[in-house]
Structure formats: structure tokens, C-alpha cells
């Protein structure tokens, strides 16, 4: 095999039906950062060569993408992966063949364990990275009374666990925790019944929308209640697809029980889009090139419309900078040893420290902002805050869990012009 390339392993949701079809806008995204990092001298000569397959987000198929990676030459020295299911299955594997796993679209919470998961590396950012932000507006505004409402879906259901963990030790009260399978009905009407007003919805977008319409029929929305909704979902999509799945409301309707909920999501894009980043691109640049790869391959991009993973495409594009850079450190530590990289074998525990090691402490301005890595291999994010004011999503801050800072911009409306009150307030009449 010739010996100044670097093989890695890729596993891309392509097709199939369930789950995150990611791979779509991520596997062009990767095609873009082995270009530019093979143009660049960053692997002193090396070239990094991708071998890869679609799983479709299904983790039996993703499981024989794997082996059909390792069990063929040439041999790999890492793997990326996308969709969270998958990554659970090919990083609870990997170690058996002392592979580092870089996951750039995986987002469950339980993927934070070192123990099930010892080489695995997210640039996605988890599902809890929204806590400490829902924490931070409920201090703010006083919400010291606050009812959960949520999907019964793992990433959800580790979600839960995580604000419970970090409530406590805020002083916030959890009253009431509902959940349901596919029908909130009956969530919906106990929440009414615990009189809960600040509330904290984790569903998919299908489910949300049978949710604001359960809002609305039983009148919980408006000035005396604030619900918290992820902020990944499209931005129109409280008009969407209605009468295909079904909604008894009208866009009307789901219009007015939208009004003032607010979202929290993880950055993706690097807000700076003037902002130089590692390869010499801005993340304006970036959207420019990938749009127009994904154009020249299908896919009708519009406002509205893009294909799966686009958002997440720059955490796919950075994971490539984040191997680059980690097997550059990991050729210069083994230069002055005497070896080289390419004396990596699956059972060469040595090697693999140090690639190990060396993408622990990669940290670099990249598409999607600062990279770094916490100890479980967790990606280090901004949160983003948006409020729905008159029908549109209004960026209301942003909070950095790192430094526990909150930019607020103000721009908050309050539907009875005051904040909210977490519990019904009675009035001593003198
Ligand atoms: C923000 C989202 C949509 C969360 O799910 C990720 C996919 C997964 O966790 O399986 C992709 N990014």
C-alpha cells in the first residue's frame, strides 16, 4: 500500500428512513476539508485518504459498515461517524480495535461515558449542552417552579436526568414531569392540573407540533405561561406539514400558542462569518462552497429547504481539521522516537495513545467555532437563545457554558408585557 497516506474509516446516514439522514449535507462537507487539508502542508507530505459507507442511521448496518472498514485493506487509523445510534454501537466496538471515534452528528447524552465509550470524540455537541443554559433564563427571570414535558425517546429521557441533576442543585423545582409516547393529550391536561407556567418541552419536531396544538385546544399559552422548545427544528416549523400528519389546528392557531416560547440550541455555525478560521476560510465562505457542491449533486437549497445534516455540515467538515491536526502531532512525537504513524496496527495499543492523547488536547477556531474537547470527548459549545416575537425567531442571546457568561441583547417581549410568574400569585386584599 503506498506509505505516505493516511486511511481513515467513515460511516455516513445516507438513506433509510428513521433517525438523522445527516450524512446527505455531511459526507459533501468532509469531501471539502480532505481537500483543503491535503492542499495544505498540515500533514508534512502525508496525504488523508476517506474510505467510507452509508449506514442509513441504522446501527446493525452501521455495525457491518465497520467491519467491512477493518476487515479490508488498507488498514484505518481512526473512524467518523454520524447519527447517535450508530456511534453507540461503533464506539462501544472500537476499542476492540484500539480506534479513536470521531462522531460529528451525535447528540445523546449517554454517549458522555468513558467507561462504555473510552476513544470516542464528539465535534456535536450534547443534548445536555442546553441545561446549563435553561438554568442560567430561569435564574434570571425567577422561575424557581418549573414542569417538564417530554417524549419518552432516550436522548430525551437522559436529558431529563441532567436538568433534574443540575435544578437541584440550583434550587429549582421540578412539580411535574410528563411524558408521552406519540399523544400529549394526557401530559398536556396534567400539566394544567399541577398548574405549571414554565415549562420544558424535549420532543422531535412531529411530536411538537401535535404539542402546540394540544396547547392551544386547552389554552396553556399566552402571557401567563413560558415554554422552552429545542431550537434545531425549521424555522417555520409550527406551519409545517399540518394537515399530513394530521393537526387539528390551523396555522392560525398554531401561530398564536407559538407566540413568545423560547428555544435553546448549539451553535453550529461560527457566529463571526468574518471571522478567519483554521483553513483560511470564514463560515460564510464555507456555505458558499458547500451550497454549491450540494447544488451541483441534486439538492434544491433554498431559505427553507436544505438537505439533511446542513446544519450540522460544518461539525463534519472540522472533525476532518481535528484528525489532521491530531495525527500531525501524533507523526512528530513518534519522528523524534524513531517511528511512524503508519506502524499502527489494531492491536497496537501504543500507537493509539498517542493519537488518543493528541486529539484530547486539539483545540482550534474551525466552521463551527471553537473546537475543544471536555474529558468524556465531549464537544465544548456556545448555546444560542431565540424567542418567537410576532411569528419570527428573535435572537435573544447567547450563553457560554465554559465561562458561565450570558450576552442578553434585550430584546425579550413578554405577551402581557410583564415576565411571566412560575406559580399563580395570590393577592392579600388588605
Ligand atoms: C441537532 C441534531 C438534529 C440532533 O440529533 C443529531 C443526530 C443524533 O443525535 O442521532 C443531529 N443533530
Known amino acids: 500500500e503506498d506509505d505516505n497516506v493516511l486511511h481513515i474509516g467513515g460511516i455516513f446516514p445516507i438513506g433509510g428512513k428513521g433517525g438523522w439522514q445527516g450524512g446527505q449535507a455531511c459526507e459533501p462537507a468532509v469531501r471539502l476539508a480532505l481537500e483543503d487539508v491535503n492542499k495544505n502542508s498540515i500533514l508534512s507530505g502525508y496525504q488523508l485518504k476517506l474510505h467510507w459507507n452509508d449506514s442509513e442511521c441504522d446501527p446493525g448496518l452501521g455495525a457491518s459498515v465497520m467491519y467491512d472498514l477493518l476487515y479490508n485493506k488498507p488498514q484505518k487509523l481512526m473512524l467518523l461517524a454520524g447519527c447517535s445510534t450508530v456511534c453507540t454501537t461503533v464506539a462501544e466496538a472500537a476499542k476492540m480495535w484500539n480506534l479513536v471515534v470521531l462522531c460529528y452528528g451525535a447528540s445523546s447524552p449517554a454517549l458522555s461515558d468513558r467507561n462504555r465509550f473510552p476513544t470516542l470524540f464528539r465535534t456535536h455537541p450534547s443534548a445536555t449542552v442546553h441545561s446549563p443554559t435553561r438554568i442560567t433564563l430561569m435564574k434570571k427571570f425567577e422561575w424557581y417552579r418549573i414542569a417538564i414535558l417530554q417524549q419518552t425517546e432516550e436522548v430525551f429521557i437522559s436529558t431529563v436526568e441532567d436538568i433534574e441533576t443540575r435544578c437541584k442543585q440550583n434550587g429549582i423545582e421540578i412539580i411535574t414531569r410528563q411524558s408521552f409516547v406519540s399523544d400529549p393529550a394526557d401530559a398536556v391536561k396534567n400539566l394544567r392540573r399541577q398548574d405549571a407556567r414554565i415549562i420544558v418541552g424535549l420532543f422531535y419536531v412531529v411530536a411538537a407540533r401535535k404539542v402546540l396544538c394540544e396547547m392551544y385546544k386547552q389554552q396553556l399559552y399566552g402571557k401567563a405561561y413560558v415554554w422552552f422548545f429545542i431550537g434545531w427544528y ?47 476560510m470564514t463560515s460564510e465562505d464555507f456555505r458558499k462552497r458547500l ?140
Open 234 to 280: 425549521e424555522d417555520n416549523w409550527f406551519e409545517d406539514n399540518l394537515e399530513n400528519e394530521g393537526i387539528q389546528c390551523t396555522k392560525k392557531e398554531m401561530r398564536i400558542a407559538a407566540e413568545g416560547h423560547i428555544t435553546t440550541e448549539a451553535l453550529m455555525w461560527n457566529q463571526n462569518i468574518n471571522q478567519k478560521t483554521i483553513s483560511g
Open 291 to 430: 451550497e454549491n457542491v450540494l447544488r451541483s449533486e441534486g439538492f434544491a437549497i433554498d431559505r427553507h429547504r436544505y438537505p439533511e445534516g446542513y446544519q450540522e455540515a460544518p461539525l463534519a467538515y472540522d472533525a476532518v481539521w481535528a484528525v489532521a491536526l491530531a495525527f500531525n502531532k501524533t507523526m512528530s512525537i513518534l519522528q523524534k522516537q524513531g517511528k511512524s504513524i503508519t506502524s499502527f496496527n489494531y492491536n497496537n495499543k501504543e500507537v493509539a495513545d498517542h493519537i488518543y492523547s493528541a486529539i484530547n488536547s486539539t483545540q482550534f477556531l474551525g466552521i463551527s467555532g471553537y473546537v475543544a474537547f471536555s474529558s468524556q470527548g465531549d464537544r465544548i459549545a456556545l448555546t444560542q437563545i431565540e424567542q418567537v416575537i410576532e411569528g419570527k425567531y428573535v435572537k435573544l442571546g447567547y450563553y457560554d457554558t465554559q465561562s458561565d457568561n450570558l450576552t442578553w441583547f434585550d430584546k425579550e417581549k413578554w405577551i402581557g408585557g410583564k415576565v411571566p410568574q412560575d406559580r399563580t400569585v395570590i393577592r392579600r386584599v388588605l
